[in-house]
Antibody
Framework: QVQLQESGPGLVKPSETLSLTCTVS????????WSWIRQPPGKGLEWIAY???????NYNPSLKSRVTLSVDTPKNQVSLKMTSVTAADTAVYYC????????????WGQGILVTVSS | SYELSQPPSVSVSPGQTASITCSGD??????ASWYQQKPGQSPVLVIY???KRPSGIPERFSGSNSGNTATLTISGTQAMDEADYYC?????????FGTGTKVTVL
């Protein structure tokens, strides 16, 4: 059974860079698309981006200029970097696996709350 | 940008049927999936490819998608089904989530 675990700092200062890692266990990251999705407190889900193990990526246009995804296949990890953060980026960040030819999210991490504050 | 709209809330009595709609331009031409999220928990896939249920999801959950509307139906709703529900689709390879619906079992 695949498990996803997000990790990274829970507090980031405004204008700095948010860096998160998703470690996948129980399955290889090869052959799947991996997404980051976030949820501000009390609000809905927002898709951020996806990346495949081969490096194919796509980003939410509203965040594209600030977001970069990367994959470390030997470590079975997917990483997210978001630059120039503001309080509006405070959210629970989830990584999720997208599967099938229609790319539904069948597995999610537990999420990590990232607060942007000085 | 593509948008998916859902009613903010739906109330249902135990044992009755709850229907949650998700509206988007020509949504029926895309595949919709649905996610259940209980307080403090990660979302869980309940319907994919419009109508399919993942292993372990009760048969009372069903889905449809046609025209501009996808619908998640919960038949014989139970107290444990009280949660937020989100639809999701892809538009030009961009992921889009619906606005979310809170289902209350009264």
């Amino acid at each position: 059974q695949v498990q996803l675990q997000e990790s990274g700092p829970g507090l980031v200062k405004p204008s700095e860079t948010l860096s998160l890692t998703c470690t996948v266990s129980g399955a290889s990251i090869s052959g799947y698309f991996w997404s980051w999705i976030r949820q501000p407190p009390g609000k809905g889900l927002e898709w951020i981006a996806y990346m495949s193990d081969s490096g194919s990526t796509n980003y939410n246009p509203s965040l594209k200029s600030r977001v970069t995804l990367s994959v470390d296949t030997p470590k079975n990890q997917v990483s997210l970097k978001m630059t120039s953060v503001t309080a509006a980026d405070t959210a629970v960040y989830y990584c999720a696996r997208a599967v099938g030819n229609t790319y539904f999210f069948d597995s999610w991490g537990q999420g990590i709350l990232v607060t942007v504050s000085s | 940008s593509y948008e998916l709209s859902q009613p903010p809330s739906v109330s249902v009595s135990p044992g009755q049927t709850a229907s949650i709609t998700c509206s988007g331009d020509k949504l029926g031409d895309k595949y919709a999936s649905w996610y259940q999220q209980k307080p403090g928990q990660s979302p869980v896939l309940v319907i994919y490819q419009d109508t399919k249920r993942p292993s372990g999801i009760p048969e009372r959950f069903s889905g449809s998608n046609s025209g501009n509307t996808a619908t998640l139906t919960i038949s014989g709703t139970q107290a444990m089904d009280e949660a937020d529900y989100y639809c999701q689709a892809w538009a030009n390879s961009i992921g889009v989530f619906g606005t979310g619906t809170k289902v209350t079992v009264l």
